[in-house]
């Protein structure tokens, strides 16, 4: 199961990259423009994308199919269906609770988890290490 924090060549990562036969894209700094390395792993079939900072740290999953990654044990986060239940979980957990128009953020001490919505339904979810999380006002 990856997490944010992990390291790209920790074993459970390089295990799942050979699993899925999945690729790594090395993004370096080509126009000077001051940017870090960066590291990304996509795969369509598993609608997951990872990306790895200048460290080879996971600092951010995307996860396109919420209900399929948590089924198949891809990624772990709470299972939250709706605005009410992040809200009760945000609060039952002391977690710093962001809200826009159609997603919901709970921030902890370890990770960021942003659930997003359309029509009332979860679409995706991305987990993010607090440190890549963008700012957010609190609610």
Same mark, same amino acid.
């Given at each position: 199961m990856i997490d944010v924090g992990m390291l790209l060549k920790s074993d459970e990562v390089v295990d799942f +990259? @050979? +699993?899925? &036969? +999945? %690729?790594v894209q090395y993004h370096f700094d080509r126009l000077h423009e001051g940017e870090s390395d960066s590291y990304t792993v996509e795969s369509e079939d598993l609608s997951l994308e990872l990306r790895f900072d200048a460290d080879q740290r996971c600092i951010t999953i995307f996860?396109? &199919?919420p209900a399929a990654a948590l089924a198949q044990g891809l990624v772990s986060f709470p299972n939250l269906?709706? %605005?009410a @239940?992040? @809200?009760a979980y945000a609060k039952e957990n002391a977690l710093t609770l962001s809200r826009g128009g159609s997603w919901l953020r709970c921030d902890g001490v370890?990770?960021?988890v942003h659930y997003e919505f359309a029509d009332d339904e979860l679409k995706m979810v991305t987990v993010m290490s607090p440190n890549a999380a963008p700012k957010a006002q609190h609610t």
């Open positions: +990259l @050979e +699993l899925y &036969d +999945l %690729p996860v396109r &199919d269906q709706s %605005p @239940e992040i @809200e370890a990770r960021c």
